[in-house]
């Protein structure tokens, strides 16, 4: 940790990764400062040696905090889940509990690999790939969330899986995806965009936003 | 999803295999499958999650089909991610890839290693992930779940 004592977030602005772990720590109420780290400049700061050290995986976000650091924002957020309780992340019905992972791992291994900047590298920078497994990720999407959702993804109440859903409807949005085929994932994601810590961890609103993205 | 594996369970069925490992750690907890402390819990996940998001899907069926084939991208990915995670093992594994109890992260092991061999990608440079799989696939429940032994395995590829 640095020596405000306060965690620190290794995030780039539109990492959909990044936000993720962003609402959780804005939920929670934890202080936090974040080291920009961008994936595009300078061939990618994530590749340099210094990030390396961070995290091996060469890839954001990571955390800093309590003593150690640690990446991938699904073991992120489960460990502020369990070491700062309040308010919930995880349902505490354990089937509900489960189909909060089901969405949050449909989204986060299912979809966001299948899109993101080295995927894209590999097929050629074909964005139609990139359209097509967010499209067919959020038709299957659409179909679990019929079973499972209220006014958020699970039930009522904010989950892991509606910090999974918004980044990746803003990225299905960048990649001009239609949402017209799925008006639950859609309401949803409208609903989360009113709450003041999706709000501040959004995109537009970081650091490291570019003065041309920032509102 | 379309994808396997899918669990019926309790009245309910679950998918995404970290999901599905994760509501039979909760409701059927012992053996333990995740760290109690909570830092190696944590580290667990990481691991996990790094094979199940970060190497997979950039090596699996869906991914082969859409880079046209190219086995050199999955090896690649393979070879990418086995780096990354060598080195994390060297700050979190003993017997196994968090200390001597087996975790969530070694089921995720074992079958990604796998891959890699069916891949033939060079395994030589990754003494941690060899040793570790190697003690792993002493324990029964390793070898009864084994591809070569199920149901469905081709006589051809079934020991």
Request: neutral net charge.
């Amino acid at each position: 940790m640095d020596s405000s004592g306060r965690p620190v977030l290794y995030s780039y602005f539109r990492s959909s990764c990044s936000w993720r772990v962003r609402i959780a720590l804005a939920l929670k109420g934890i202080a936090y400062d974040q080291e920009p780290v961008n994936l595009l400049k300078d061939g990618g700061q994530q590749f340099s040696t210094e990030f390396q050290a961070v995290n091996p995986m060469q890839q954001v976000p990571a955390l800093k905090i309590d003593g150690i650091i640690l990446s991938q924002s699904l073991a992120i957020i489960q460990y502020l889940e369990e070491t700062r309780p309040n308010p919930r992340l995880l349902p505490q019905d354990l089937k509900k509990r489960a189909q909060a992972r089901m969405i949050s791992d449909h989204i986060v291994s299912g979809i966001q690999p299948l899109q993101n900047l080295t995927f894209l590298k590999q097929v050629g920078e074909k964005m139609e790939w990139a359209q097509h497994n967010i499209t067919c990720g959020f038709k299957a999407l659409e179909q679990i969330l019929q079973h499972t959702a209220g006014r958020y993804c699970i039930g009522d109440e904010v989950s892991m899986a509606d910090l999974c859903l918004v980044p990746q409807v803003h990225n299905a949005e960048r990649f001009k995806v239609d949402l017209a085929p799925y008006p639950t994932i859609t309401r949803i994601n409208k609903a989360l965009l009113e709450l003041e810590a999706f709000q501040v961890s959004h995109p537009c609103r970081q650091p490291d936003t570019p003065a041309e993205l920032r509102t | 999803m379309q994808q396997v594996p899918a669990l019926k369970i309790d009245g309910i069925i679950l998918s995404q295999s970290l999901a599905i490992i994760q509501y039979l750690e909760e409701t059927r907890p012992n053996p333990r499958l995740l760290p109690q402390d909570l830092k190696k819990r944590a580290q667990a996940r990481m691991i996990s999650d790094h094979i199940v998001s970060g190497i997979q899907p950039l090596q699996n069926l869906t991914f082969l089909k859409q880079v046209g084939e190219k086995m050199e991208w999955a090896q690649h990915n393979i070879t990418c991610g086995f780096k990354a995670l060598e080195q994390i093992l060297q700050h979190t594994a003993g017997r196994y890839c968090i200390g001597d109890e087996v975790s969530m992260a070694d089921l995720c092991l074992v079958p990604q290693v796998h891959n890699a061999e069916r891949f033939k990608v060079d395994l030589a440079p990754y003494p941690t992930i060899t040793r570790i799989n190697k003690a792993l696939l002493e324990l029964e429940a390793f070898q009864v779940s084994h591809p070569c032994r199920q149901p469905d395995t081709p006589a051809e590829l079934r020991t």
